[in-house]
């Protein structure tokens, strides 16, 4: 079940992407060494999403260090900002962290990330990996590259921290693929979850408005 609720009066015009998240700390912490953020820009939307290592308090200080860096930022390249959070993260433990852009009129999505998060562009039944140099941002990382994706019409990105498992595919909930995000990042939660670590799922669909040029 979907249920939206609205603090005030909802948005006369959606935006551009509708976006579904889930975030929480392994059942044994409050804290989550886990997080994620968005920026909406007028042309694209900017993505972060964070995995320090362990979990705990010391994991959400870094994870939550990732957040506050990526939110100053006026800089918008993933591979720039991934760059400034991997030196801005001296002091903590290290993360693992992407950031994606989905530009919608160029219709490209610009990827970056180092360490074990999962980036995924699923569209009619099939769906591409987007790819993540090795390393942990503060501990080490010798690639920081930049990948860019074709942004499908009526594709769906999905972030996943390796809370979740990697192996489902878009089939193994029919129809799904078609729902609020929200619901999406719930159920691959609910399912594919590892109960012995923080998960995050991040799910980002257009709404079908134009973009103006
Ligand atoms: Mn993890």
Redesign the pocket.
């Known amino acids: 079940m979907f249920i939206r609720l609205w603090k005030n009066a909802p948005p006369e015009r959606p935006p551009a992407l509708s976006v579904g998240a889930v975030c929480l700390p392994v059942r044994s912490e409050q804290a989550c060494g886990?997080a994620w953020a968005m920026k909406v820009g007028c042309d694209a939307t900017l993505f972060m999403l964070t995995?320090a290592l362990g979990h705990g308090p010391n994991a959400a200080a870094a994870s939550n260090l990732a957040v506050a860096f990526f939110a100053k930022q006026a800089l918008r390249s993933p591979a720039g900002l991934v760059h400034l959070i991997h030196a801005g993260l001296r002091g903590t433990r290290g993360a693992a962290v992407v950031v994606a852009e989905v530009a919608l009129g160029a219709r490209v999505v610009r990827y970056a990330g180092v360490g074990n998060i999962s980036g995924q562009i699923l569209c009619a039944g099939s769906s591409r990996s987007l790819v993540s140099n090795n390393g942990t941002a503060r501990v080490e990382a010798r690639k920081i590259q930049e990948f860019s994706y074709p942004w499908p019409e009526g594709g769906l990105l999905v972030l996943h921290?390796?809370?979740v498992a990697t192996h489902w595919s878009p089939e193994d909930w029919p129809g799904l693929g078609q729902k609020n995000p929200a619901l999406i990042a719930g159920v691959l939660f609910r399912d594919q979850q590892r109960l012995r670590?923080?998960s995050t799922v991040v799910v980002a669909r257009e709404t079908g408005l134009k973009v103006a040029a």
């Open positions: 886990d995995d921290s390796d809370g670590d923080d």
